[in-house]
């Protein structure tokens, strides 16, 4: 037995097997030139609108509404994105509603409240309350009258369509509404 050494011989586009008489010649040819997509700076420009990103959109899923969309950012800094239960709006999540004092009979809004009552009223619950939506109300020393306005008032284990401060002490309530139980559930 016999050691042959064999070497690899490119001739143009052709490589072989040296010192092999039955070896295949391979044509590299199709191999040899460029095959990688080339575009002028001109077509890429095309391609990507000379932004940077593509621009052209082809629908998959057969809905042009159900796109991720983000409300104006602009002058939105330091706040988070929240539902108000229809779509996405910008939140300022560290203010707290403000104070509110009440010496006449008053409705309140759909809108988390504070409120002090300073003279015998009758405070009304909103008509049209969010679910969640927080209220705090406070009297010292006056006798007033909490509404629901059509909705029920759950306070410990009693409910009642509305509820009066007590003349004799400082008093407060802090009251979240409910759209499931359709009632406002109070703590004092």
Do not use: C, H
Not at 59 to 68: A, P, R
Request: proline letters at 3%; a negative charge; glycine letters at 6%.
């Amino acid at each position: 037995m016999t050691n042959e050494i064999q070497d690899l011989q490119l001739s143009g586009n052709n490589l072989t097997i040296t010192n092999n008489g039955t070896a295949t010649t391979i044509d590299l040819s199709p191999y040899l030139d460029d095959t990688d997509t080339k575009l002028t700076e001109t077509e890429v420009d095309n391609f990507v609108a000379n932004n940077g990103y593509l621009t052209s959109f082809v629908e998959v899923d057969g809905s042009v509404t159900n796109e991720i969309e983000l409300p104006s950012q602009a002058g939105q800094a330091g706040k988070y994105l929240t539902s108000n239960g229809s779509g996405a709006v910008w939140s300022d999540l560290s203010i707290s509603p403000s104070v509110r004092t009440v010496s006449a009979n008053v409705t309140l809004t759909s809108t988390d409240e504070r409120v002090i009552v300073t003279e015998s009223i009758t405070v009304t619950l909103p008509a049209t309350p969010i679910d969640g939506q927080l209220l705090t109300l406070a009297a010292t020393n006056v006798t007033a009258t909490i509404n629901g306005n059509g909705r029920t008032i759950y306070i410990a284990s009693n409910s009642a369509p509305s509820f009066t401060f007590s003349d004799t002490s400082t008093n407060m309530y802090i009251m979240i509404y409910s759209s499931t139980q359709n009632a406002w559930i109070a703590t004092y």
